[in-house]
Structures are given as C-alpha cells and as structure tokens.
C-alpha cells in the first residue's frame, strides 16, 4: 500500500490548502458581488482560513501532520453542516446566499469524504 494518500495526484494537505484558498475567494467575491452588508456572506472566508493554515502547517510541519489534518477535517465538516442550511432556504431560489450554502454543502461534503479515506488509507498503511 502506497505510503500518502493522493487524490488526482495531490496531497491531502495540498487539497487542504487550495480549498481553503477557494472558500477564502469565494467569501470576498460573493460579498463584493452581492454588495452585502452581512458578515454572514463572509462565512466561508472564515472558514476558509483555518484550513489554508492547516494545509501550510501540515506541509511544513510534518511531523505534526495528523494532528493539523485532523483539525482540517473538522473544518471541513463544518463547512457541509454550515451548508445544510440551504435546504431551509431552497424555497426562495438560488440567489447568492442560498448558492453560497449549496457549495459549502457540496465541496465540505466531498473534502470530507476524502478526509476520511486519507484517515483509513493511513491507518491500513500503519497496520501493514
């Protein structure tokens, strides 16, 4: 069994960094799109941040790696939980807050769901 987990070729803690990259654009452009007023349509920014950092650390810290993939994982789940959210206001179309919630929901989800395998892929290596 291969000794690092890779999706597409890339890192786990390279996925973590270009994600949080994404959510950090996302939450700056959406706000300066909709010309909102709310803190709120920075959400994913913020949540962004912590998973940039995680990613950065966890590359040039490697030692240290589970420990900064572990709290990455957990901001990822709450990015999907923070996503869930659009189903209480899916009724109201998509607009820029409802699309916001749909794409925390979806990309949190599947960052995730890759979380995890790299967890079982390095436990299973462990074990070999």
């Given at each position: 069994?291969?000794?690092?987990?890779?999706?597409?070729?890339?890192?786990?803690?390279?996925?973590?960094?270009?994600?949080?990259?994404?959510?950090?654009?996302?939450?700056?452009?959406?706000?300066?799109?909709?010309?909102?007023?709310?803190?709120?349509?920075y959400f994913p920014s913020l949540l962004g941040i912590p998973l940039l950092l995680s990613?950065?650390?966890?590359?040039?810290?490697?030692?240290?790696?589970?420990?900064?993939?572990?709290?990455?994982?957990?901001?990822?789940?709450?990015?999907?939980?923070?996503?869930?959210?659009?189903?209480?206001?899916?009724?109201?179309?998509?607009?820029?807050?409802?699309?916001?919630?749909?794409?925390?929901?979806?990309?949190?989800?599947?960052?995730?769901?890759?979380?995890?395998?790299?967890?079982?892929?390095?436990?299973?290596?462990?074990?070999?």
């Open positions: 069994m291969s000794e690092q987990f890779t999706v597409a070729g890339q890192s786990i803690p390279t996925i973590t960094t270009g994600y949080g990259g994404f959510l950090i654009v996302w939450g700056i452009v959406i706000s300066q799109v909709s010309d909102s007023d709310s803190i709120t349509s990613g950065v650390l966890a590359t040039k810290i490697p030692e240290k790696r589970k420990l900064w993939m572990h709290i990455a994982a957990t901001f990822g789940l709450l990015c999907a939980l923070g996503g869930t959210r659009f189903f209480m206001v899916m009724g109201d179309g998509i607009n820029y807050a409802s699309g916001s919630m749909l794409m925390l929901l979806v990309t949190g989800s599947l960052y995730t769901y890759i979380c995890v395998q790299s967890f079982i892929h390095a436990r299973k290596a462990r074990e070999e």
